[in-house]
């Protein structure tokens, strides 16, 4: 599955991850340490599996089997530690929130707050270093003030006391947003939709291969974590956030982009700029007046123009196979008629996250309150078609904004919702990487300037798939296979923007909190002339908690609840660098719209020197400024 937009259960098993934060590496057996291996990109460290007899959704509840399986995570992750030199913040939070996890499982609260500190200490994002173990920190004393036989009702009256004392003590302008967030998941929360989630995903896949790898492991222990220990205080935790929020109410982040914004007006009389939308198909209805036309092909399910796309009147499209089809949105099928009880859900899911107390959000939060576990899968695909049926459509709206010259070519190419999803084979790899290449150079036969690429892929994309479809007699040999698979996408897709020079192309960094070097997303962790990468910050210029960072990400832009159209012309607030990317591809077709002569690198080069040079605690970027980019191309076209 691609990251570049997160369905439910994805962003459950990482919330689940983030209940159990950690940090600290463990000492080394030895007396005497040895030097370690140094690890330089994620593929690099050992694959962890784990046998499984039985359905993970029964084996979960029993806490012999949890603390089995914790007990054989924690020696792994450890025998890691000791013998790996890991440089990678992420992968060390990672590790070290398994660590965690394990720590609350068996009890051992000194261990547990110590790693919350070591967590604190490799979080460069200064909202997330401040609310790190916010929740975990007033269960342990709580627990301690208490005694482990208290009273449960005392026990929940300590933990909320201990919660509101330290979160009345968060500067509110950096937490906000992470409070809310926090909020609006924990309420979503339930032990059916946790149950869910394993049946979806977990139980499937077990079934195939007979074990657990190191990340259904992990997030196995945290489920039985949020189960035990977490869902029990749901109602405090939500009340004391609620308390805060309302508290603060008057106190609101400031929106810097209204401030920022450039307007392009018809009356100046500038020359259209080709943009291409490369992402999950667009509703061309809503942009009548601005779309790219292909002169020689006709709607009439023929290859008119004889270039071997069918139909490709406003684009080009391919399904799940890498295989040409035609419709520039993808249809929905059987979906059609709850696509818009699906759009009011994803809505609400949104809603919840942002703490918006909305019509949507309610019903969304009594749809699942009513859901069995059984009933998850059906809602979480359905999420996922949703929410990748509305993602080019949301793109190309930021893209236009504001540019009455900006003319859209979609280039749709579908993503997976499936729980069980295509596998991605060496041959599905060897068809991809040939759909990037020709896909670019259709945009470079009809004049394409900037082509947005909102979207990402990971090794890992390809390991899971072969997983879940029982590929491969072992987790070394579907790690083979995938390495084989990505080696091919990422030759083709590095091959093909590479023999674009005329052409800027623009994607977004990746929405896993990690390096995109280390972890070799594409094409985030390209190095190229013409490719610019762009990070999320939100309303007040400050990294959102998930952006994706690293030596490749250049600048970056508004990702924070961006409002555009969704597929039938409503409009709808959406997070993640997925937003943030169209707002640079955005920047750079007005710039060309001024100035038709303006080359790719040109381009980036104004981009970065009307961007803003900004601090937040340890980590430094450029924050686009759109009004000071012109500014430069204007007065300053020398510099």
């Given at each position: ?171 509110w302008d950096i937490v906000q947003d992470d409070i809310q967030e926090g909020k609006g998941r924990m309420e979503i929360f339930s032990e059916n939709l946790l149950m869910g989630v394993i049946q979806a995903r977990i139980d499937p896949v077990v079934a195939q291969t007979g074990e657990l790898n190191a990340d259904q492991a992990a997030s196995v222990l945290g489920i039985h974590l949020m189960l035990t220990q977490r ?35 018809a009356n100046q009389n500038l020359k259209p700029v080709l943009v291409a939308v490369w992402d999950s198909g667009v509703d061309i209805e809503l942009f009548k007046d601005r779309l790219f036309v292909n002169p020689d092909e006709k709607l009439d399910g023929k290859d008119t123009d004889g270039n071997g796309y069918v139909d490709d009147v406003h684009g080009i499209a391919y399904d799940i196979h890498a295989k040409r ?259 640079v591809a955005n920047l750079a077709a007005k710039l060309l719209a001024l100035n038709p002569k303006l080359s790719p690198m040109e381009v980036i080069s104004l981009i970065k020197k009307g961007a803003d040079k900004k601090r937040v605690g340890s980590t430094q970027f450029l924050l686009a400024n759109p009004k000071r980019t012109i500014e430069v191309l204007y007065y300053h076209p020398g510099d």
């Amino acid at each position: 599955m691609d990251r570049r937009f997160r369905t439910l259960w994805i962003m459950t098993v990482a919330c689940l991850a983030a209940a159990a934060w950690v940090i600290g590496p463990a000492a080394a057996a030895e007396d005497q340490p040895r030097a370690k291996t140094k690890i330089t990109k994620l593929d690099d460290l050992p694959q962890h599996t784990y046998p499984v007899k039985g359905k993970v959704s029964e084996l979960v509840k029993s806490a012999e089997w949890i603390a089995e399986l914790g007990k054989k995570v924690r020696a792994n992750v450890e025998a890691d530690l000791a013998k790996y030199e890991i440089d990678d913040a992420t992968t060390l939070q990672e590790m070290y929130g398994k660590l965690l996890a394990i720590d609350l499982l068996e009890g051992k609260y000194d261990a547990a707050i110590n790693r919350i500190e070591q967590i604190r200490v490799l979080e460069d994002k200064e909202a997330k270093k401040l609310t790190t173990g916010l929740s975990t920190l007033p269960m342990i004393a709580a627990r301690r003030e208490v005694g482990p036989d208290a009273d449960e009702a005392k026990y929940k009256q300590a933990f909320r006391r201990h919660l509101t004392d330290r979160v009345a003590k968060l500067p509110w302008d950096i937490v906000q947003d992470d409070i809310q967030e926090g909020k609006g998941r924990m309420e979503i929360f339930s032990e059916n939709l946790l149950m869910g989630v394993i049946q979806a995903r977990i139980d499937p896949v077990v079934a195939q291969t007979g074990e657990l790898n190191a990340d259904q492991a992990a997030s196995v222990l945290g489920i039985h974590l949020m189960l035990t220990q977490r869902l029990p205080l749901k109602n405090e935790l939500v009340a004391v956030y609620q308390e805060a929020i309302n508290a603060n109410k008057e106190e609101v982040k400031p929106d810097i982009w209204a401030a920022r914004a450039v307007q392009l007006h018809a009356n100046q009389n500038l020359k259209p700029v080709l943009v291409a939308v490369w992402d999950s198909g667009v509703d061309i209805e809503l942009f009548k007046d601005r779309l790219f036309v292909n002169p020689d092909e006709k709607l009439d399910g023929k290859d008119t123009d004889g270039n071997g796309y069918v139909d490709d009147v406003h684009g080009i499209a391919y399904d799940i196979h890498a295989k040409r089809t035609t419709r520039v949105l993808r249809p929905l099928g059987d979906a059609a008629e709850r696509m818009p009880q699906i759009m009011n859900h994803m809505k609400g899911f949104m809603d919840s996250l942002a703490a918006v107390d909305s019509p949507e959000a309610t019903a969304l939060k009594k749809h699942l309150a009513g859901l069995a576990p059984a009933d998850f899968k059906g809602f979480m695909e359905d999420l996922g078609l949703c929410g990748g049926y509305a993602h080019g459509t949301h793109v190309a709206g930021i893209i236009a904004e504001g540019n009455p010259f900006a003319r859209l070519l979609v280039a749709r190419h579908s993503y997976d919702y499936h729980m069980i999803p295509v596998a991605r084979t060496v041959e599905w790899g060897t068809r991809d990487a040939a759909k990037c290449r020709d896909m670019v150079e259709y945009l470079k036969r009809h004049g394409v300037r900037v082509v947005n690429m909102s979207w990402g892929e990971a090794q890992q994309d390809a390991e899971d798939s072969l997983e879940a479809n029982g590929i491969g007699t072992d987790a070394e040999e579907r790690r083979e296979i995938a390495r084989k698979v990505f080696a091919l996408q990422k030759e083709g897709l590095y091959e093909a923007i590479k023999n674009a020079p005329n052409i800027l192309f623009v994607c977004a960094a990746g929405n896993a909190d990690n390096d995109v070097e280390f972890d070799e997303y594409i094409p985030s962790s390209f190095e190229l002339p013409n490719l610019l990468t762009v990070g999320a910050v939100d309303q007040a210029g400050d990294p959102t908690s998930f952006t994706s960072s690293g030596r490749t990400v250049q600048v970056y832009a508004n990702g924070f609840e961006v409002d555009s159209y969704v597929p039938g012309g409503k409009r709808m607030k959406m997070s993640g660098t997925s937003m943030a990317s169209p707002n640079v591809a955005n920047l750079a077709a007005k710039l060309l719209a001024l100035n038709p002569k303006l080359s790719p690198m040109e381009v980036i080069s104004l981009i970065k020197k009307g961007a803003d040079k900004k601090r937040v605690g340890s980590t430094q970027f450029l924050l686009a400024n759109p009004k000071r980019t012109i500014e430069v191309l204007y007065y300053h076209p020398g510099d």
